[in-house]
T-cell receptor, first 111, second 114 residues
């Protein structure tokens, strides 16, 4: 079956620290992988995506590389800001009709 | 540019009551879907539709009905609400075809069933 496993939070970092949020997946075929971000009281927004092995998605200083050999899609940012405080979700889809989400990782960045 | 619009944003129901969560999108997306978000469980797919007149079940469809009479609208109906349906509900749409297009989400509807 299809599933996504994320590192559990919450994660608390100081401003300008390095961020890694781990995501591994189980899927048949060749899924597309996504990171979404959810700010308090809002819906999910796409942060970045990768649609084939070895692709790197990037946006707003965040990066993630689609690693088929390790079935991983870890999210990284070199220097976090207070405004990055949010919940981050890793997700995959095989067919485009069903998306599978991880449980979310809450990030708090303190000044 | 409205995107995906959900109403109501908040609702309190008593057990056994019925209600409809509304979802509309103005992006001409053929695919629409409903998710529920519960603490520690991420988002789980309830129902989805790949076009007008076509619906299918997701991971957690029990207790919910959907229909798709137009491309723009995809309402979610709770026929007899139960406390287990207390959750935050998100509607999402995407371009149909392939698996590379992302979901666009509404702002959510928080439902409490007493």
């Amino acid at each position: 079956g299809n599933s996504v496993t994320q590192m559990e939070g919450p994660v608390t970092l100081s401003e300008e620290a390095f961020l890694t949020i781990n995501c591994t997946y189980t899927a048949t075929g060749y899924p597309s992988l996504f990171w979404y971000v959810q700010y308090p009281g809002e819906g999910l927004q796409l942060l970045l995506k990768a649609t084939k092995a070895d692709d790197k998605g990037s946006n707003k200083g965040f990066e993630a590389t689609y690693r088929k050999e390790t079935t991983s899609f870890h999210l990284e940012k070199g220097s976090v800001q207070v405004s990055d405080s949010a919940v981050y979700f890793c997700a995959l889809t095989n067919t485009g009709n069903q998306f599978y989400f991880g449980t979310g990782t809450s990030l708090t960045v303190i000044p | 540019n409205a995107g995906v619009t959900q109403t109501p944003k908040f609702q309190v129901l008593k057990t056994g009551q019925s209600m409809t969560l509304q979802c509309a999108q103005d992006m001409n997306h053929e695919y629409m879907s409903w998710y529920r978000q519960d603490p520690g469980m991420g988002l789980r797919l309830i129902h989805y539709s790949v076009g007008a007149g076509i619906t299918d079940q997701g991971e957690v469809p029990n207790g919910y009905n959907v229909s798709r009479s137009t491309t723009e609208d995809f309402p979610l109906r709770l026929l007899s609400a139960a406390p287990s349906q207390t959750s935050v509900y998100f509607c999402a749409s995407r371009i149909s075809g392939g698996n590379t297009g992302e979901l666009f989400f509404g702002e959510g509807s928080r439902l409490t069933v007493l």
